[in-house]
């Protein structure tokens, strides 16, 4: 008996330390951390419940990762139902293994939070913001991306191929 309790706690201790911890922020959160950040971001802003979103995660994580050692950082911002938060995000993440940093966005109006991330962004998802403190560079993506897409997105990013 004892022995299945410590197998028990284990396992517990095992899952729990590799929990996604899901931040709540507000849309002022996510423009200080945008505006102060030092990396080169991707801010990918999806849902659960949001077909194309879902689909392009996986090599959203994939091909950022590849460009870690360039400063490149991708940023997750969940933009779920308020009763979706925590739980449903974390779970979410986790099963697939994402390691990149997920934020919820802790805002009901999107006509108003919206057109500070991009003037011209209705609010459709997936949505994608890229941004190059160090050389000016930002850009605003409103539709899914596919890899070829994305990868060549990030070398603009990064200066490697002219715009």
Avoid at 16 to 28: E, G, H, L, N, Y
Avoid at 76 to 84: A, I, M, T
Avoid at 158 to 163: A, F, K, S
Wanted: glycine fraction near 2%; proline fraction near 6%; hydrophobic fraction near 40%.
């Amino acid at each position: 008996m004892k022995q299945l309790l410590f197998v028990f706690l284990f396992i517990s201790a095992v899952l729990c330390s590799s929990a996604q911890p899901i931040k709540r922020w507000k849309i002022d959160d996510l423009l200080q951390y945008a505006a102060t950040n030092d990396s080169v971001l991707v801010i990918n802003f999806w849902a659960t419940f949001c077909g194309p979103c879902i689909a392009e995660l996986p090599y959203f994580h994939s091909i950022t990762n590849k460009y870690k050692k360039q400063n490149v950082k991708l940023l997750l911002v969940s933009l779920d139902f308020k009763e979706y938060y925590p739980k449903r995000i974390r779970d979410f993440a986790n099963k697939r293994k994402y390691t990149a940093e997920i934020v919820w966005l802790d805002e009901e109006k999107p006509d108003e939070f919206c057109p500070r991330i991009d003037p011209k962004w209705t609010g459709s998802m997936p949505a994608t913001l890229f941004i190059n403190k160090k050389t000016g560079y930002r850009k605003f993506v409103e539709a899914e991306m596919k890899p070829e897409q994305l990868e060549k997105e990030i070398k603009l990013l990064l200066g490697q191929i002219d715009r």
